[in-house]
């Protein structure tokens, strides 16, 4: 991923991470919400920084163009100076490196002189204002902040003095903040032509694992950035706070969310991150499938969520036929479906607020039905029967109820049951119907039908337009034999990834002027579009480690490398929906 950005760049930010920490910055140098700076989930460490270079502060003013990939880069220009910002994340460091670059414009020597303001702000995710106090260590190229045990470094390999005294500042980037600042930091240099300096802002506790690099790609017209750089988006999710796991949104949503990590696993394992996924799975087994793992170690919140246990099946399910799974999975899978109860017509019983739309109260919901009658048939469960038979109880006459309820909202979780395949062919192109016209939206797929009295076009989740959504609506429409409605909605989606979070997709828009609404990185957005594209667009459906099948829609044309199934790579061209394998592998591939 590489964006090259000279003009208005403060309508775009970016996020760059490692296993430990994220910096988020608007690319226009600026850190313009509470949600700016430095992160380690679910503490904050750096509210910002800014550098004065010969009396120039570094800012939008001297800035001449931004990059923006696994680095951020700012290009800033003085009347004697050529200065590149460089930030990057790398996996040895717990924190964020700076790197400055200097170039001399004049013939002469040049002295510089430059000064470091650091806005310190350690607190709890949660918090705005910690009124609690800091403590200033000085030793040999290095400042450590404190407060609560918890550390910020703000070092050098380079000498530096520290000038003035200590001081804290308010200011309200939306909600008043309050930083601390440690006085500031100079450095002098005496240069010719080039010349550079590098600072680290770090923490005391790291996590220095690295993620696999797999090698792999999707070409194919229109949508082969949104499935490149979904994959990144994924792997810039990733955390090793307490064990590994994906938290369900940048800047905001900074813990382990078990619907949002198994909706993501899809995409993780169509993208051959099985280990990581293995990892992530058995984390939550470990924790008896809580609804959420908190990052926070000293929070007793324990939340229930009634999707957790059926999509941990589906999850798992999809890991055991491309990789493996292991013990402790294998238990929970049992422990899960202990948590299964139908009532006398089939339906399944769950917490009124135990669904994905957790901002409602919502019984017997169509959701929940149709991830229990997956989850059974994957275990083969003796229920499977009475759940298909509860299925029936949501079928209308144009549609499929919401919920069992209320018999006057339409809603988009039908689509869920349709990606399953969980009603015939003729029911389902019925019921797409609905979807294409009343719930397709110019920015992705709507929660709330456009004719319903209670619909807004901003409401959570009474109208707005989800990256989960629309990948739901994709792959229910190819699910069918739609695949031109299918490629529509994730076209949908694509227009995202230029645009407020560069190579991400956000959480939720409005949808009627695609404003962000939530996130602006979204893990289950990410997720879903590369196992929509791999499982429903090309068509691979992988039964087991050795064996895989191939059946792409009609007149698609793209090439698929680097494909892994369990220790394989498959490499796949698809020419008018025909595929051919472009390697040897390993297995056997039936072509259907």
């Not at 690319?27 to 313009?32: A, C, P, S, V």
């Not at 299964?340 to 017997?364: C, F, N, P, Q, Y």
Request: a negative charge; proline letters at 4%; one cysteine or more.
């Amino acid at each position: 991923m590489k964006y090259h950005i000279s003009e208005n760049p403060q309508e775009n930010k970016g996020v760059i991470s490692n296993l430990h920490c994220f910096l988020n910055r608007n690319l226009d140098t600026g850190f313009k919400t509470k949600w700016s700076g430095m992160w380690s989930p679910p503490y904050k460490y750096l509210d910002y920084y800014a550098f004065k270079i010969n009396g120039d502060w570094l800012s939008p003013e001297t800035l001449q163009a931004t990059e923006y990939g696994e680095e951020m880069v700012f290009h800033h220009e003085t009347d004697s100076l050529r200065i590149k910002e460089k930030i990057k994340a790398p996996a040895t460091v717990p924190g964020i490196q700076v790197k400055l670059e200097f170039e001399n414009k004049l013939e002469n020597r040049k002295a510089v002189h430059i000064v470091l303001e650091a806005g310190v702000d350690i607190r709890e995710k949660s918090v705005d204002v910690d009124d609690s106090e800091y403590d200033l260590e000085k030793g040999p190229n290095r400042l450590t902040i404190s407060r609560k045990q918890k550390k910020l470094m703000i070092s050098s390999k380079e000498e530096f003095k520290k000038h003035g005294e200590t001081y804290e500042t308010d200011h309200f980037p939306g909600e008043r903040q309050i930083c601390f600042v440690p006085g500031h930091i100079s450095f002098k240099k005496d240069m010719e032509d080039k010349d550079s300096l590098e600072i680290e802002f770090t923490t005391s506790n790291g996590a220095f694992g690295e993620l696999e690099n797999i090698d792999q790609s999707l070409e194919l017209e229109g949508l082969t950035r949104l499935f490149n750089y979904s994959i990144v988006s994924m792997k810039n999710l990733i955390y090793d706070r307490n064990g590994m796991g994906i938290i369900a949104g940048h800047p905001w949503f900074q813990s382990y969310w078990a619907r949002d990590a198994f909706w993501t696993i899809l995409g993780l394992i169509d993208a051959g991150y099985f280990e990581l996924s293995e990892d992530i799975l058995t984390r939550f087994a470990e924790e008896e499938l809580p609804g959420k793992i908190n990052l926070d170690p000293s929070s007793e919140e324990n939340i229930e969520r009634s999707d957790t246990y059926p999509l941990f099946i589906i999850a798992a399910d999809k890991l055991e036929r491309h990789f493996r799974t292991n013990d402790v999975i294998e238990e929970a899978k049992e422990k899960a479906v202990q948590n299964l109860e139908i009532d006398e017509d089939g339906v399944a019983s769950h917490d009124k607020d135990g669904t994905w739309m957790d901002t409602l109260e919502r019984e017997k919901a169509v959701d929940i039905q149709s991830l229990w009658f997956e989850a059974a048939k994957i275990e083969d469960l003796d229920e499977k029967k009475d759940l298909k038979k509860g299925l029936e109880r949501f079928k209308d006459s144009d549609y499929v109820k919401d919920n069992l309820q209320s018999q006057e909202v339409h809603s988009i979780n039908p689509a869920i049951p349709l990606m399953f395949g969980h009603f015939n062919q003729s029911e389902g192109l019925s019921f797409l119907k609905k979807i294409n016209a009343e719930f397709s939206s110019m920015y992705g797929a709507r929660t709330r039908s456009v004719t319903d009295p209670g619909y807004e076009a901003e409401g959570y989740h009474t109208g707005s337009s989800w990256g989960l959504t629309t990948g739901w609506a994709a792959a229910a429409n190819i699910k069918y034999g739609q695949s031109t409605e299918g490629m529509n909605f994730l076209e949908k989606l694509n227009q995202f990834i230029d645009r407020n979070q560069l190579g991400a997709l956000p959480e939720v828009v409005n949808s009627e002027n695609g404003e962000s609404l939530g996130c602006s990185e979204q893990a289950w957005s990410a997720g879903l579009m590369v196992h929509v594209i791999d499982t429903y667009l090309l068509g691979i459906n992988v039964e087991n480690p050795e064996k895989v099948k191939i059946n792409p829609v009609n007149d698609l044309n793209c090439i698929r490398t680097g494909k892994k199934i369990g220790d394989n790579n498959l490499d796949i061209k698809v020419v008018d929906g025909e595929p051919e394998i472009l390697n040897n592998p390993d297995m056997e591939v039936i072509i259907e």
